[in-house]
């Protein structure tokens, strides 16, 4: 019988909690959400156009010394209808104003309006989805409520609610919010319904957890990508609301640039001096697909069953 080499292996001490030691590697839900994220082509593409247009919408005017009601040129025609070029990058309308500086004033006041409507809708439709899910009581009450308005088209409600208290930004804002969170409540209503009755859920009640802390714990992790994907339908449609009321006088006040009124504006040059109309008409498409877009990868990103 062949005797065995020593030599040719190295004895270590025994150590009996080897065995227990997870040699795989820390997993990070964050890291791994924005390694999915970041993953897609169209996440890069998308976020750069968002990025940049962000950047111009709430730097630039602070440079800018850009008056949207000022019309001290409208006399001047050597000033009138100047298509883009190097010193008016997007030309000049028919008072001599810049467009370049009246887009991204205009795209600032819709960017905000459609952020600020989506922060407060999503903040009360959490809140009030969260105490709707767990209390019988609330649930009873917030059904019916929620089937009478959700049969009234939204547009509806904010269309009836601009014309009836007047453009203004808050105006718009508050008509957007006013009923506009109920469809998210009713979403993370069912969404807890889903996670509440786990067993872990039944054992941390079981052990006398605080329900709020059931909530905020347990289930509210859960539902990440719920909300990062409502977010992401929130922020185009919000920006595409002011757009439409606007055009048609209902939105913001004449005298305010956004997006909508600039395209309202210029919708007599959809044919003579295009430029006009289609460099803000361009600029809110763009908007809206890559907010739409880059939420949506977020959204997908944030499902851990989409990690590997």
Do not use: C
């Not at 714990?217 to 909300?227: A, D, F, H, R």
């Amino acid at each position: 019988m062949a005797t065995i080499d020593k030599s040719k292996f190295t004895f270590v001490k025994r150590d009996d909690f080897a065995s227990e030691t997870i040699d795989a590697p820390a997993y990070s839900y964050w890291k791994s959400v924005m390694r999915q994220f970041l993953r897609k082509k169209s996440t890069i593409a998308m976020l750069g156009i968002l990025v940049a247009i962000v950047l111009m919408s709430f730097i630039y005017p602070i440079f800018s010394n850009f008056d949207f009601n000022d019309v001290s040129k409208v006399n001047d025609f050597s000033a009138r209808y100047i298509k883009p070029n190097a010193q008016y990058w997007f030309g000049t309308d028919s008072n001599g104003k810049s467009l370049f500086d009246g887009v991204w004033f205009g795209a600032r006041n819709s960017i905000l309006i459609s952020v600020i409507a989506t922060v407060i809708n999503l903040v009360i439709g959490i809140v009030i989805g969260g105490i709707w899910g767990i209390s019988k009581t609330v649930d009873r009450v917030m059904i019916e409520i929620y089937n009478i308005i959700s049969n009234i088209p939204p547009l509806l409600i904010v269309i009836v609610l601009t014309y009836s208290i007047g453009a203004g930004f808050w105006n718009l804002i508050f008509a957007m919010t006013i009923t506009g969170w109920i469809g998210i409540a009713y979403n993370i209503r069912i969404q807890i319904l889903r996670y509440r009755d786990l067993e872990y859920n039944l054992a941390s009640r079981t052990l006398g957890t605080p329900t709020l802390k059931i909530i905020v714990k347990n289930i509210m992790p859960q539902l990440v990508s719920v909300i990062v994907t409502t977010a992401s339908q929130l922020l185009p449609s919000f920006i595409s609301y002011e757009a439409f009321l606007s055009f048609f006088g209902l939105g913001l006040p004449v005298t305010v640039p956004s997006l909508g009124r600039l395209i309202s504006d210029y919708s007599q040059n959809v044919t003579t001096n295009a430029y006009l109309f289609w460099i803000p008409l361009t600029t809110l498409i763009l908007v809206s697909l890559s907010l739409f877009v880059v939420g949506q990868n977020l959204a997908d990103a944030s499902d851990p069953r989409t990690h590997r």
